[in-house]
């Protein structure tokens, strides 16, 4: 897929809604990574390959709650970002380029360390995955190839082809849906909102295990009417898509004062009025899956300590056989 566009003196970037016009008088797009060819007066990702970090997760950390419970998953992440979040947790990668001395890897590398070390899934993630398209999109190919389950933690912000062709090459994604202002995305993160929603809908509608993540910052995202919004345009997809409600602390640019625990914990059972699977995030609390059908439990956490009961392999309840949007 061509991701860019030649115009006179320019390129168009294609592959996300910034369509950032470069040329050899700009020659950086707004994520600072990808770049203007003057070779080709293609745009390019001259730091294809450069991993920012490695590690072995919980898959709770993504998080993701009901795709392979309880297991462990090889996770990579980049530099560089679509978005321009005042907020972000991990602005030292996604706001920066690689250091000049970074060491490459080539999707074939990857994958043999993956198969090397028996890992059954790998998480693009960390930093904003989609700036890397292209090397994503082949790693992904060769993970599928290899029965390597793929997962994709990103905020969705991306235009609709490509973020269409990627989704066949993924078995689960986090999606941030960040607000449901389209007036907060453009204040506080030079982003918009339409495409994100349609990159959701887009997955759903592939069959791609989706979670949602929303991180709730005082004064900003905080209403009742707003929380409302978000469940309500995922309960028209299905009420057992699983919602995070995630707590905010001061980083990067904003200040604001940390959310407190209790204001997660009474907007997650506001939620729970439209939805089955809502969880509170980045509080020190156990949560626990219920049965959707017959409320019996299916899985406990403490932390990213996860105790499985009574799943059947194909995810349903053993009790009463009801499907709980489960994937083990």
Known sequence: MKLYE???????????P????????????????????EVDHSIINPY???????????????PLYHFMPGSSVFSIGFYGCTL?????????????????????????????????NQYPSIAFTYSEPLVYFEWVLETAKLCKANGIKTILVTNGFIN???????????DAVN??????KNSFYTTYLEGSLESVKQFISTSIEKKVHTEITTLIIPGLNDSKEEIIQISEFIQSFSPLIPLHISSYHPSWKMSIRATNPD?????????????????????????????????????????????LYNINKDGTCKKCGGFNYIKM
Do not use: W
């Open 160 to 170: 609709k082809e490509p973020g269409s062709l990627l989704l066949n090459y993924i």
């Open 175 to 180: 999606i941030d849906l960040k607000s449901f």
């Open 48 to 62: 294809s390959g450069i991993i920012s970090a490695m590690s072995v997760d919980p898959i709770e950390k993504k």
């Open 6 to 16: 030649i115009k006179n003196n320019y390129s168009i970037c294609l592959l996300c």
């Open 84 to 116: 321009k979040c005042q907020f972000c947790q991990n602005y030292t990668i996604s706001q920066t380029t690689p250091p000049h001395d970074s060491k490459r890897y080539s999707p074939e590398e990857i994958v043999n360390i993956l198969i090397a």
């Open 18 to 37: 910034n369509s950032c016009q470069l040329s050899q008088k700009k020659t950086v797009g707004l994520c600072g990574i990808r770049k203007f060819s």
């Open 263 to 307: 204001e997660i914990i009474k907007l997650s059972r506001l939620c729970e009025e439209k939805l089955a699977f809502v969880y509170p995030g980045n509080i020190n609390t156990m949560t626990k899956t219920l049965c959707f059908h017959c409320k019996t439990l299916l899985i406990e956490r403490s932390g990213y300590q996860t105790k």
